[in-house]
Nanobody, 118 residues
């Protein structure tokens, strides 16, 4: 059974940087999409960034020039480097792993708080 473990996050001042990491353990993942979503209070969960096992990335418009997602297929990890953080980036960030081929998966991490405030 695959499990996701998230780390990083915390409190940072506007303009600062943070790095989130997510590791998938339990079995070889193979072809998949890993990424980060976030949910702010009173809002729906939204995509932040994803990366396929082939290296194709996708970003939300609001973060494209500030965040960078990277993946290590050998280690089954995905990192999100967040720069020039804004108060509106405050949210709980969730790691996601999705496979659409057998064995299919759609897994979520427990979530990690990111707070941008002075």
């Amino acid at each position: 059974q695959v499990q996701l473990a998230e780390s990083g996050g915390g409190l940072v001042e506007p303009g600062g940087s943070l790095r989130l990491s997510c590791a998938a353990s339990g079995r070889t993942i193979g072809a998949s999409i890993m990424g980060w979503y976030r949910q702010a209070p009173g809002k729906q969960r939204e995509l932040v960034a994803t990366v396929t096992s082939g290296g194709t990335t996708r970003y939300a418009d609001s973060v494209e020039d500030r965040f960078h997602i990277s993946r290590n297929n050998a280690k089954n990890t995905v990192d999100l480097e967040m720069n020039s953080l804004k108060p509106e980036d405050t949210a709980v960030y969730y790691c996601n792993l999705r496979r659409t081929v057998t064995p299919t998966m759609n897994l979520w991490g427990q979530g990690i708080q990111v707070t941008v405030s002075s």
